[in-house]
């Protein structure tokens, strides 16, 4: 019998879509990527060509070779990593490693975009070539990123600090925040006033109006002065109903999910960061155990598609007739147009299985999965329901010389509202919401009469922008055009890991750091870093991917200007060692000014007297720009010669822990990790390992028995036990590519991505 075998990249997919194959058919996963840029090196050969040097990831020898024979027994191969730009590569990358040196064997490409019976069949009944231009497209993005980052990197380690990194699309994001703060910091509120009058008709009930005009202009009120005249005068006018305007508004469903707005929705709905939905999203899509089978619950989640496919239209449309009533489904599919930039083969994000309504699956999901999955569903159900129809009635009244305005509207028809109704974000504004659903207005006619019943005013400012959320900030990048449904959560979570900004409130506030990286970049890489730029690159990828670009001219064209920039920066971007900025703080110790300078681990306060005198301290930036010295995080731990509490303090040697009963009482002692010292040359120690810095300025960790133990490592170690030797702890070690936690038992190597 003739075999076949699919290649998929996770293990969990594997498992869902063995269930919709025959025997003939073996299932394996090539667990991501099997070969990717080296670590270590730039990996790019750019005088010719930009050609990649790929390897073999580490640890992926054992994959590749199960591949290779499992390739080696079937007659045909079916290659079936995620259908964009990353699974391309990886099916390109696992092709080049099976194909047989000799003869020949189809090798094909399937794209699955629902993990069904249905969907699995009829993806392998029409498989296709692989696509080269797909993968050059996803080459070239690579490779400019890794360019940038490899480039720019180094210029920042020995201009700011060691460990910093750039990236080609996240330093635009971080950009985005940077400046968004700077126009916040800027703003300049100004205050206004509102006036409402409590009206009442001959008709119940009473109704509030607001004052909206002055002799026939928009009116504005300055301030309380002002205010209280115009109040005086409305309260003495006569008030009648000028017009009445009633109409019916509809209000249309929102279009089904694609990335970017499941991750604004699940934001706003339910609190979770862009990477969280990814991940269940990938889940749901890979397939969860229902009823002790393995099922793929929605549709791929990468996608910027919102368009249906006919079946699933079909079959809502059924299932809407059914459980909410035919006078709830339109009389026609309802469409969504795709932006033009959307790939048409993709589709919207939507269930698989429209009779799994999420009651239905509860049992099988954790908490936040069902969450999703309902959130998906809802969504998609409600996209092919009616639209819900309000009346609305507006009143125009004059009052004198004024003219004020109420409305209220009815909800005539829920439609789809009955089931699902998207979140919008509070835009910043405190005039109090102009909403006005529910509000019900009395019958009255044209020319009625209106008694005032009380007025007031009241004082308001305007707002700055505000700081952008998870899904504002989505937002923002995909109506700039920067970014693409693969690459938005990532985004997100990089320029948050990098630390160069914070969530406070769940809103991006930019830091120190990143806010001097921000500027260092923009100044010295105008182009690379600009948002237009940096559209327009996204534009060009999408190009190559479209096959009406040449990836290698792309990469020349891009990289001839930034090898200048790269030249210029060398010389020319501000050591920002070097930098001091002066206070009005007075040093504690001397009584001279201290001035604010780089350090090995942030800014902090420094005597303007260095070497004479040493005081350094830590220190917040007020939201109003102000300095004021921080005395240090404090410790649940007391001094053990005093008995005060102890503080973190930030010094010109980096962080260590210090009394607060400072300048009494002079205790100090290294910052401690947790860690027990394991001894050196097989001897016990009871020591603990602590933060130290080296003569040049290089934190490392030592056993505190020091001279006693001269147990010592560079990498920090944190306290979990290795998974693999069991060795009781692991460290941290800062790699370009970020933060990596490894085994430090020789001849182990464990090794995981940090977050
Ligand atoms: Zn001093
Ligand atoms: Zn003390
Ligand atoms: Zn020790
Ligand atoms: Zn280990």
Redesign the pocket.
């Known amino acids: 019998m003739s075999k076949s075998l699919l290649i998929v990249e996770s293990p969990a997919k594997a498992r869902t879509i063995k269930r919709y194959l025959g025997k003939d058919f073996i299932v394996e996963a090539s667990v991501g990527h099997v070969k990717d840029l080296p670590k270590s090196t730039l990996g790019v050969d750019v005088e010719h060509g930009f050609t990649p040097q790929y390897g073999v990831i580490r640890g992926k020898g054992k994959v590749i070779s199960a591949l290779k024979k499992a390739a080696a027994e079937a007659d045909e191969i079916y290659l079936a990593p995620d259908p964009d730009r990353e699974g391309e590569a990886i099916a390109w990358h696992i092709a080049d490693e099976i194909r047989p040196k000799k003869g020949d064997k189809p090798i094909h490409r399937v794209m699955i975009h629902e993990i069904t019976k249905k969907g699995v069949r009829e993806a392998i009944a029409h498989p296709s070539e692989l696509n080269e231009d797909i993968y050059n497209a996803q080459q070239a993005r690579r490779i400019l990123d890794r360019l940038v980052g490899y480039q720019i990197s180094p210029i920042l380690w020995r201009k700011v600090k060691r460990g910093l990194s750039a990236g080609r699309v996240q330093s635009v994001a971080l950009r985005l925040v940077v400046e968004r703060e700077a126009e916040i910091k800027a703003f300049v509120p100004e205050e206004y006033w509102n006036l409402k009058a409590t009206l009442a008709g001959e008709i119940p009930p009473e109704f509030v109006a607001k004052l909206s005009k002055v002799e026939g202009k928009k009116i504005k009120i300055a301030n309380a002065e002002e205010a209280a005249g115009i109040k005086a005068e409305v309260d003495s006018a006569n008030f009648d109903l000028a017009k009445v305007e009633k109409r019916q508004q509809k209000r249309n469903p929102s279009p089904p999910f694609i990335t970017s707005t499941l991750q604004r929705e699940a934001s706003l709905k339910l609190g979770f960061s862009a990477k969280k939905t990814m991940m269940i999203a990938q889940r749901l899509y890979e397939g969860v155990d229902v009823e002790g089978e393995p099922v793929g619950l929605i549709t791929y989640m990468r996608t910027d598609s919102t368009r249906l496919s006919a079946d699933a239209v079909t079959n809502v449309r059924e299932y809407i007739a059914k459980k909410f009533g035919e006078d709830m489904l339109p009389s026609a599919p309802v469409e969504y147009k795709a932006k033009k930039s959307a790939q048409d083969a993709h589709e919207a994000i939507r269930p698989t299985h429209i009779y799994y309504p999420p009651e239905a699956v509860k049992n099988f999901l954790d908490r936040d999965q069902y969450r999703l999955y309902k959130l998906v569903w809802e969504r998609f159900v409600a996209c092919q329901m009616k639209p819900a129809i309000y009346d609305r009635t507006t009143f125009i009244i004059n009052a004198g010389r004024f003219e004020l305005r109420a409305s209220g509207s009815i909800l005539r028809f829920k439609g789809f509202m009955a089931l699902y109704v998207e979140d919008s974000e509070a835009n910043g504004s405190d005039d109090e919401s102009e909403g006005d659903e529910g509000r019900i207005l009395p019958d009255l006619s044209e020319g009625a009469p209106l008694k005032l019943k009380k007025s007031e005013t009241s004082q308001h400012f305007t707002q700055p922008p505000p700081r952008f959320t998870e899904s504002s900030l989505v937002k923002e990048l995909e109506e700039q055009g920067i970014g693409r449904p693969s690459t938005y959560a990532s985004i997100l979570s990089t320029i948050r890991d990098k630390g160069y900004v914070e969530m406070a409130e769940r809103k991006f506030t930019p830091t120190d750091l990143g806010t001097l990286v921000c500027e260092l970049l923009v100044k010295n890489f105008p182009d690379v870093f600009d948002v237009g730029f940096t559209a327009s690159m996204e534009e060009s990828l999408d190009e190559v991917e479209g096959g009406k670009r040449d990836w290698r001219e792309l990469l020349t064209k891009f990289y001839k200007p930034f090898e200048k920039s790269l030249e210029r920066a060398e010389e020319e971007m501000e050591n920002v060692r070097a930098r001091t900025e002066e206070t009005d703080i007075e040093c504690d110790q001397c009584g001279s000014k201290m001035v604010i300078r780089w350090g090995r681990n942030g800014f902090f306060l420094a005597c303007s007297e260095y070497p004479s005198c040493r005081n350094a301290k830590g220190f917040e930036r007020k939201p109003d720009g102000t300095i004021e010295v921080s005395e240090g995080e404090k410790l649940d731990e007391s001094?053990p010669?005093?008995?005060?509490p102890l503080l973190i303090r930030q010094g010109r040697r980096g962080r260590f822990v210090a009394?607060s009963?400072y300048p009494d009482?002079k205790?100090t002692r290294p910052v401690g990790t947790g860690v027990a010292c394991p001894g050196v040359e097989g001897k016990s120690c009871d020591g603990e390992l602590v933060e130290k810095q080296s003569k040049t300025g290089r934190v490392f960790y030592a056993c505190n028995k020091y001279p006693d133990c001269t147990y010592a490592l560079w990498d920090r170690p944190i306290t979990r036990e290795c998974p693999e030797c069991k060795k009781p702890f692991l460290v941290e070690k800062f790699t370009k590519n970020g933060t990596q936690i490894r085994c430090p038992q020789k001849g182990c190597g464990y090794k995981e991505q940090g977050e």
């Open positions: 001094c010669e005093c008995g005060k009394c009963g009482c205790f």
